[in-house]
């Protein structure tokens, strides 16, 4: 390309490479149709619960042991194998009947194979920008893929929607190639062999000392990872539970129409990430902190509401928070320590995973009891954290900066 070197042609390449695997990479078509695909093979809430929750609990578990794989594989052999165990899983919630061990297998088959992605795309990002001297690029060029993530999952949703209305098998079989496609981008991105850090250098007293502000720093900032895990469990608990469940056992609507109300969930994410600096500067960083649980804690009474009209609002904020809380909370960490920063994001994804499989358990078993009675319940509990969380931002007296992120 005229006027650019041949490094920042080649950065641009392996950027675009990265673009077109997250894009790729998240085109989940069954998704939105996971609560009626296990509903048709006759399994009760909380079973549909469980096999939900299998999917967050293998997150969870198998964080540390990707993080020891990472270290000794190269990162896109590490991508490479998630993305095949995500087409194995898929394949296999197809062909586990009406068997919840099976199915619960192969929901924690994906679970790992997601482990293995996420966050290993972005240490290859990060070891890139390093590497092309392009440092002040990442957070851009991570905002930038978070919003295609948003696109994938706004088109792949409403197809998947489209195609189950013909068979409810086919967003699974039709999301495998897109799966096995970003297993072979991969094979392209660019990866140097890096020598890993003596840890033994460290003198005793100065790993004492970093160990130490770390445990406290983690501490000073709960009220932070709360925020994050706990909204977004929620969000996700609503997306692939509580939204859908409405709408089918209680609205009665058809698959295809219930695709496209769920499109509205992506598309407000993804124009509500874009929008997040304008948001702050407009109307205050406490407001759009504010406006996460707050938009949990209005979708939760629309729903009640049992009203139509009220289903079309109910996806909108639901994406609103969807596409605040990760920016707003990463923003906030930016500023930290190195490594408390990445201590911090650690824990904060951690317990998301718990509490989302948590909460999906939690709620499955509360509509056994009762659907309603199940909702005003979690609306209580989270308007109670939310509670305690200002408390402690009161008493941290921290400014929550939002970063683009």
């Given at each position: 390309?005229?006027?650019?070197?041949?490094?920042?042609?080649?950065?641009?390449?392996?950027?675009?490479?990265?673009?077109?695997?997250?894009?790729?990479?998240?085109?989940?078509?069954?998704?939105?149709?996971?609560?009626?695909?296990?509903?048709?093979?006759?399994?009760?809430?909380?079973?549909?619960?469980?096999?939900?929750?299998?999917?967050?609990?293998?997150?969870?578990?198998?964080?540390?042991?990707?993080?020891?794989?990472?270290?000794?594989?190269?990162?896109?052999?590490?991508?490479?194998?998630?993305?095949?165990?995500?087409?194995?899983?898929?394949?296999?919630?197809?062909?586990?009947?009406?068997?919840?061990?099976?199915?619960i297998v192969s929901q924690a088959l994906i679970g790992f194979g997601f482990s293995c992605s996420q966050g290993t795309d972005s240490l290859l990002l990060s070891h890139w920008t390093e590497k092309y001297?392009?440092?002040?690029?990442?957070?851009?060029?991570?905002?930038?893929?978070?919003?295609?993530?948003?696109?994938?999952?706004?088109?792949?949703?409403?197809?998947?929607?489209?195609?189950?209305?013909?068979?409810?098998?086919?967003?699974?079989?039709?999301?495998?190639?897109?799966?096995?496609?970003?297993?072979?981008?991969?094979?392209?991105?660019?990866?140097?062999?890096?020598?890993?850090?003596?840890?033994?250098?460290?003198?005793?007293?100065?790993?004492?000392?970093?160990?130490?502000?770390?445990?406290?720093?983690?501490?000073?900032?709960?009220?932070?990872?709360?925020?994050?895990?706990?909204?977004?469990?929620?969000?996700?608990?609503?997306?692939?539970?509580?939204?859908?469940?409405?709408?089918?056992?209680?609205?009665?609507?058809?698959?295809?129409?219930?695709?496209?109300?769920?499109?509205?969930?992506?598309?407000?994410?993804?124009?509500?990430?874009?929008?997040?600096?304008?948001?702050?500067?407009?109307?205050?960083?406490?407001?759009?902190?504010?406006?996460?649980?707050?938009?949990?804690?209005?979708?939760?009474?629309?729903?009640?509401?049992?009203?139509?009209?009220?289903?079309?609002?109910?996806?909108?904020?639901?994406?609103?928070?969807?596409?605040?809380?990760?920016?707003?909370?990463?923003?906030?960490?930016?500023?930290?320590?190195?490594?408390?920063?990445?201590?911090?994001?650690?824990?904060?994804?951690?317990?998301?995973?718990?509490?989302?499989?948590?909460?999906?358990?939690?709620?499955?078993?509360?509509?056994?009891?009762?659907?309603?009675?199940?909702?005003?319940?979690?609306?209580?509990?989270?308007?109670?954290?939310?509670?305690?969380?200002?408390?402690?931002?009161?008493?941290?007296?921290?400014?929550?900066?939002?970063?683009?992120?």
């Amino acid at each position: 390309m005229l006027g650019l070197s041949a490094e920042e042609v080649h950065f641009g390449r392996v950027v675009r490479l990265f673009y077109w695997y997250r894009l790729i990479s998240r085109f989940y078509l069954y998704l939105p149709v996971m609560v009626v695909f296990l509903l048709d093979r006759k399994l009760t809430y909380l079973e549909s619960g469980a096999v939900l929750a299998a999917y967050g609990f293998a997150v969870m578990a198998s964080k540390p042991v990707v993080a020891r794989i990472v270290r000794i594989w190269p990162k896109k052999a590490v991508l490479f194998v998630g993305e095949w165990l995500k087409c194995l899983g898929i394949v296999g919630l197809v062909w586990s009947g009406e068997s919840v061990a099976a199915l619960i297998v192969s929901q924690a088959l994906i679970g790992f194979g997601f482990s293995c992605s996420q966050g290993t795309d972005s240490l290859l990002l990060s070891h890139w920008t390093e590497k092309y001297r392009a440092n002040d690029a990442y957070s851009e060029i991570e905002a930038k893929s978070q919003s295609y993530i948003f696109l994938a999952v706004l088109v792949s949703g409403v197809a998947g929607a489209v195609l189950a209305e013909i068979d409810l098998r086919l967003p699974f079989y039709l999301t495998v190639p897109f799966n096995f496609a970003a297993s072979w981008l991969v094979l392209g991105f660019v990866e140097e062999s890096t020598k890993r850090p003596d840890v033994s250098a460290l003198s005793e007293p100065e790993s004492k000392t970093a160990g130490d502000e770390g445990v406290s720093g983690l501490w000073r900032l709960a009220h932070v990872i709360s925020f994050y895990a706990v909204n977004r469990a929620t969000i996700m608990a609503y997306y692939v539970l509580v939204f859908p469940l409405f709408l089918f056992v209680r609205a009665h609507v058809s698959v295809g129409y219930f695709g496209i109300l769920l499109g509205l969930f992506s598309l407000s994410a993804f124009l509500s990430g874009r929008w997040l600096g304008a948001f702050s500067r407009r109307f205050g960083e406490k407001t759009v902190w504010a406006a996460v649980p707050s938009a949990l804690l209005v979708s939760s009474i629309l729903l009640l509401s049992d009203a139509m009209w009220a289903f079309w609002i109910v996806p909108a904020l639901l994406g609103l928070a969807a596409g605040t809380v990760r920016p707003l909370v990463y923003g906030f960490l930016k500023k930290e320590a190195g490594a408390l920063k990445a201590a911090a994001v650690s824990a904060a994804e951690f317990w998301f995973a718990w509490f989302n499989a948590g909460f999906l358990l939690a709620i499955a078993a509360l509509f056994e009891w009762s659907v309603r009675g199940g909702l005003c319940i979690v609306m209580a509990v989270l308007f109670l954290l939310s509670v305690w969380q200002a408390a402690q931002w009161k008493r941290s007296g921290a400014r929550p900066d939002t970063a683009k992120v």
